[in-house]
């Protein structure tokens, strides 16, 4: 029985899969014209490989149309409810690492933990007249993380691109970012906070742990595992 | 009749008692502004609320129970002594998969708002629903938050301290980790004791020059005036460890209302500011008694309530089906003056209130539940 599996479509994350799985022996290429969405596999591999967005393959993960996927920890956290009945990781491919991150203002120096951020919310709110604004595209995430924080009188602001723009803009006091050295973070007078690592994102092969298993594709999952070098996943 | 049509006739039994009670029938809309809610909450209110949006009004809310809504009336036409009472569903999002909580369920509510007696106010709401709920012999839990915002307020520590503690009473995690600190129990944290010795050397103003100009609308002046909060707190005193374990004593109080009662006179010889939170207890017991409640077997718990919704500031109380943890309470309700407080711009009204769910009531009477 074939497997699908849902890979990134663009960019140097597709490139890297196809690096992953071609040094463990499984050369997958895109098939046919470079802006077809497909990609093929050898024969023999048991594999339909599909190429879609990232931030889609929890998505489809989740509805089982997915036997397998790879995309950020951070997508499947924040997309799926309940993601670890939902999906089961099963091998972090070691790249696409960023870490999810609270950061404020450089030249807020009495801010460097949230418990600072709390209190700097509160008197925010005093003096402006609303709760002090945190841009994200991750509010799920951060809304879990700054509720178990215990952090008060602030509001997300949706931003779905070019984040680290939305306090010099004025559309937020903080923001809530994925950063992989914290470069353009600074270059934006912006700082972590010492506590703020919301979640640390890494490349994974995703299972769906609800999409149906019969026999024959755990017997195929069980020869693709062995192909890759990978321990037999559970359940 | 489908279940649905039969909890609905059964909330309509409710609401004809709080009418014979003198409650007037009210509606609500569906569909709420969410700023309101979003304002009063925060962002968690998204994970517990379903909302939705259209281009012309912006963000509105499925209503997630009629409390605000009601209040909100009040204060637009009310006159005063008020007291309403409503039946429709409520909307509670589910953020979990596999959860069992319903998305949507029925409320049948009463509120009061009276500037008479409170305890008789609180014990009529408790008793009238408690009443109607006899049958299903439920295990009542009260509490109230008054107690602990008294005691906080009663702290031999800053203004600013006991600002933050009472901001934080309904998140006991933060609460808990506030005390810790301003007791000298938890470190404090590197930057911020760097940045104290700083302040403490008068360095204050060329870090500030140094932080370089700043982004977004929070200005330097604000960021003073936060440095100069942490060098007041600082400069505080430890809380004692005899206003610690009294806390922590207060916040582990749980037993029958009476033994609490006498529990919580024995903490106010050590602080004073709970003896009037004891006086309040004692009258509420009274005016229950009165009603016939038996207060013997009423369990008190001082943290009850503590992580439900913010509004409730006093008398809190829950019934709940003997045995089965798994299900909600039956009914729930309580004290808000304070809600009513941040809804309008005058000072707070008195009011007190208390919900069914009907549904449940009635699955628990035929044994369906």
């Known amino acids: 029985m074939r497997l699908r599996l849902g890979l990134p479509s663009k960019g140097r994350l597709m490139d890297q899969c196809f690096d992953w799985f071609k040094a463990r022996g499984l050369a997958l290429g895109r098939s046919g014209q470079a802006r077809e969405y497909a990609a093929a596999a050898p024969g023999e591999a048991e594999l339909d490989v599909v190429l879609m967005a990232a931030a889609e393959v929890p998505r489809e993960l989740a509805a089982g149309r997915l036997h397998l996927g790879v995309t950020g920890t951070d997508l499947v956290r924040e997309t799926l409810p309940d993601w670890a009945e939902t999906v089961g990781e099963w091998a972090r491919l070691g790249f696409g690492q960023a870490d999810l991150v609270i950061a404020v203002p450089q030249a807020w120096i009495d801010v460097d933990t949230l418990d600072d951020l709390d209190a700097a919310a509160a008197a925010f709110r005093r003096v402006h007249g609303h709760r002090l604004r945190i841009a994200t595209k991750y509010h799920r995430l951060v809304r879990d993380f700054l509720r178990e924080a215990g952090v008060a009188d602030y509001q997300l602001v949706d931003s779905q691109g070019a984040t680290e723009a939305a306090v010099r803009n004025r559309a937020a006091e903080a923001v809530a970012d994925i950063t992989t050295t914290g470069e353009t973070l600074r270059a934006n007078h912006l700082k972590v906070l010492s506590d703020g690592l919301v979640l640390r994102s890494e490349a994974t092969l995703f299972l769906a742990r609800t999409a149906p298993w019969p026999e024959a594709a755990r017997a195929a999952r069980a020869r693709l595992a062995q192909r890759l070098g990978l321990a037999q996943p559970d359940g | 009749m489908d279940d649905k049509a039969r909890a609905r006739a059964e909330g309509e039994r409710f609401l004809a008692a709080f009418a014979a009670a003198g409650a007037v029938r009210v509606e609500a809309d569906i ?15 998204r994970a517990r609320a379903f909302l939705t949006a259209d281009p012309v009004r912006g963000e509105l809310v499925l209503r997630p129970d009629f409390t605000v809504p009601v209040v909100e009336r009040h204060m637009r036409e009310g006159a005063e002594p008020a007291r309403y009472c409503y039946l429709g569903e409520v909307f509670r999002r589910q953020d979990r998969a596999g959860g069992t909580r319903a998305a949507e369920y029925l409320q049948a509510g009463f509120e009061v708002f009276d500037r008479g007696d409170p305890a008789e106010a609180e014990a009529e709401v408790f008793a009238r629903i408690a009443g109607l709920l006899a049958p299903l012999g439920l295990r009542a839990a009260v509490g109230d938050i008054g107690i602990l915002i008294a005691a906080v307020e009663g702290l031999a520590t800053t203004p600013a301290r006991k600002a933050a503690l009472r901001r934080h009473i309904w998140r006991p995690r933060r609460f808990r980790a506030l ?6 129990r938890s470190p404090v944290p590197p930057a911020r004791a760097a940045l104290v010795a700083a302040l403490a050397e008068g360095r204050g103003e060329a870090l500030l020059d140094a932080a370089g100009p700043g982004t977004g609308l929070r200005t330097r002046a604000e960021v003073a005036a936060r440095m100069a909060a942490l060098a007041e ?10 206003e610690t374990d009294l806390l922590g004593a207060l916040l582990d109080l749980a037993a029958p209302a009476p033994a ?40 008190f718990e001082a943290s009850y309530g503590r992580t439900s919704l913010e509004y409730y500031d006093g008398f809190v109380f829950g019934l709940y089906a003997e045995g089965r943890p798994d299900l909600p309470p039956v009914a729930s309700g309580g004290r808000y003056d304070a809600l009513t407080a941040a809804l309008g711009s005058g000072p707070a009204i008195p009011a007190v209130g208390g919900v069914i769910r009907p549904g449940l009531a009635l699955a628990l009477a035929e044994g369906r539940a």
């Open chain 2, 233 to 242: 707190d600082a400069a505080a005193p430890p809380l004692s460890a005899v």
């Open chain 2, 179 to 184: 005390i810790d600190r301003y007791a000298g």
């Open chain 2, 31 to 45: 569909l709420q502004p969410a700023a309101t809610l979003l304002d009063l909450y925060g962002e968690d209110i």
């Open chain 2, 260 to 299: 609490a009662l006498s529990r919580l006179r024995e903490l106010a010889r050590d602080l004073a500011a709970l003896a009037p939170a004891a006086d309040r207890l004692d009258r509420r017991l009274a005016a229950l008694a009165d009603r016939g409640v038996a207060v013997e077997a009423l369990g």
